[in-house]
């Protein structure tokens, strides 16, 4: 078999499967948490930078695809995020502090950016707190 013939014979066996059964691809995902959710979402990345013709983003999604099957354990990844939560917890704290302290001052501008801080550091946290159930 030809290099070429080898390449696309690849390409469709990752190709087959997603075109198969979509549905099927989407019921597993919202399936699976811990490690297996995150060796699965490397996946789907991978396959999507290999269609795109994006060598060097695969290669590093390889990388981490290898990382995630020898390091990876459902226990510290859940510490890990665990910890997140409470790391942008704190950062809302802090965020409500200065916002505090804009509004004492009076000062619109500053009022209005400390505002938008606090935001994202809580739409920060809801993503870390949402990531506790993958």
Do not use: F, Y
């Amino acid at each position: 078999m030809s290099n070429k013939t080898t390449a696309w014979v690849a390409a469709m066996m990752l190709a087959v499967p997603a075109l198969a059964a979509p549905g099927l691809a989407q019921a597993t995902t919202s399936q699976l948490t811990g490690c297996a959710a995150k060796q699965h979402e490397i996946e789907q990345q991978l396959v999507h930078a290999r269609e795109q013709g994006n060598a060097g983003r695969a290669r590093g999604l390889e990388e981490a695809l290898q990382s995630v099957k020898d390091h990876c354990t459902d226990e510290g990844l859940l510490k890990k995020r665990q910890a997140k939560v409470q790391q942008k917890e704190r950062e809302v704290q802090v965020r409500t502090h200065e916002l505090q302290e804009a509004q004492a001052s009076g000062q619109q501008d500053k009022i209005n950016k400390r505002q938008r801080k606090l935001a994202e550091a809580q739409a920060e946290l809801a993503e870390a707190r949402a990531e506790l159930t993958k």
